[in-house]
């Protein structure tokens, strides 16, 4: 007989998945290693918690995003074709992710194939998937970030709840800069919208010019104060996280009676939320710095990490799923 925890290995219109299981609580979770490492299902008590609206083969041709994709080695958008990092600037060559303004977009590693499994771990207490990408010349976005290092990524599953964490080792010789996120997409059926729920641990909206680029100007905002996504359309910043005693920010969404909590780890200390009019997802999206960090010297709360040669870094993000006890439209 099969434990609590298992997996399983397969291929779905020619890409390989792992998917992993926790059969105490129904829960599920699809991964496509050369496909960006994007999970693309996240099943908890017989409901689907993730927007991916798309066959895998043709996730992999088109330019859309969805699931929950990795944003390496920046996340969100730049004002330039390329970054500034210790008075020199990195032009980016060949043909790149941009946004409606035609400024890169999300980084390099989106549908990356260099993804290798190098485990998957099972145990009494959960089960995790571990993946390794070497970022090095054998890649062809080494050109547009010509840092060797390497990035390992894990996906747990532990009574119905899924943790994604990180590992960056630098393994070059310089210092390496660091901007990185996930843009999880979190299905919210048409019906639901309206009555759709959005708690903020936020202090602090970030201001942003024509372009969505950040002006450098934080507004004040009613912390802890939900937001009803009828009639909302959101693409915004966010930053100055409220945490608990362990460090976490908690964004939370409930409709009907289920909520889902999103757990940003101490060291992603801004958020992007991204829900347009007239879709059916919404983006909470754990970002290590605020857009454009790299192109914005001389802003205390825009500065970015720098892993010196050798050094490691690591966090984790968390999504933990429930049938809601209480709607906060009824208090």
Known sequence: MKGRYTFEEGTSSGLT???????????????????????????????????FPFDPKDYSENKSLAGIPFLYPFANRLNRKGFYFKD???????????DQFSNPLHGF????????????????DGIQLTSRLNFNEQLECFRNFPFSHSIEMGIELKNGNLSISLKVTNSG???????????????????????????????????????????GRL???????????????????YTDLERDDYGFAH?????????TEILFG?????????????????????????TNSWNSPGIDWMSFPILSPGEVFSEVFQIKPKTAVQSLENR
């Open 173 to 215: 010789n310089k210092d390496l800069p660091l901007g990185l996120g996930f843009h999880p997409y979190f299905k919210i059926p048409f019906e639901d919208r309206n009555k759709t729920i959005l708690h903020l641990p936020s202090n602090f909206e970030i201001s942003l010019d024509k372009n969505l680029i950040p002006d």
């Open 266 to 290: 101490r060291q992603y200390k801004t958020a992007m939320v991204y829900t347009p009019l007239g879709e059916d997802y919404i983006c909470i999206e754990p970002m290590l710095n605020p």
């Open 17 to 51: 998945f792992v998917r992993l299981f926790d059969r105490g609580t129904g829960s599920e979770v699809t991964v496509f290693p050369k496909l960006g490492h994007t999970i693309t299902s996240f099943i908890h008590n017989k409901q689907e918690l993730l927007y």
């Open 109 to 124: 590693l989106l549908k990356e194939k260099a993804w290798d499994l190098t485990s998957i771990d099972e145990s009494i």
């Open 219 to 237: 507004i004040p905002i009613s912390k802890n104060e939900p937001i009803f996504l009828k009639d909302v359309s959101l693409d915004t910043g």
């Open 251 to 259: 964004f939370v969404t409930i409709h009907r009676e289920f909520r």
């Open 88 to 98: 020199q600037f990195y032009e980016f060559e060949g043909e790149i992710f941009r």
